[in-house]
């Protein structure tokens, strides 16, 4: 399949609010895997349609925990409870993380790639992902949630530790 070039911010479509996805064919079906094999490839947990310019409520998320791969299209918060607050970066601000409150659990109404619809439950660092992915079909940075910077080099000795 192909990898996708990242679109990094201050692109326009970044803070678009992306139209509905109508159509349910093989060229989502080859999107989904696009978008999949270019998340995977530049490390990401998660990817969004405007992210690779694209004007779509599509997102995958794949937090490799072994709970597998999320297809979201026209994803729809139906549900959240409880907070976390938890260091966030994202592929379209290479090399910015910052620390953003999000709710712990979230309930999520979404198609998969043959317009079926499904709902999925998530918690911790999987509903972090999903939201974070849902809010770029919204055109809503996560630079607008970031309540503390982090430095990069903060961020590996953290992981090291």
Do not use: W
Not at 35 to 41: A, C, F, L, Q
Not at 115 to 129: N, P, S, T, V, Y
């Amino acid at each position: 399949m192909a990898i996708k070039k990242i679109v990094t911010y201050p692109a326009d479509i970044l803070e678009l609010d992306c139209k509905p996805v109508t159509v349910f064919n093989s060229k989502l079906k080859k999107l989904l895997q696009d978008m999949y094999d270019t998340m995977i490839e530049f490390d990401g947990v998660g990817l969004a349609a405007p992210q690779i310019g694209i004007d779509a409520q599509i997102a995958v998320v794949d937090i490799d925990d072994g709970s597998g791969t999320f297809e979201l299209i026209n994803p729809v918060i139906l549900e959240t409870n409880g907070e976390q607050i938890d260091v966030e970066g994202c592929l379209s601000f290479p090399g910015l993380y910052g620390e953003v409150k999000r709710p712990y659990y979230v309930k999520v109404k979404a198609f998969d790639r043959k317009g079926k619809m499904q709902i999925i439950e998530a918690e911790g660092f999987l509903a972090r992902a999903i939201q974070h992915e849902i809010d770029h079909l919204h055109g809503i940075l996560f630079t607008s949630k970031i309540s503390k910077y982090v430095k990069e080099e903060d961020l590996q000795e953290v992981e090291e530790s």
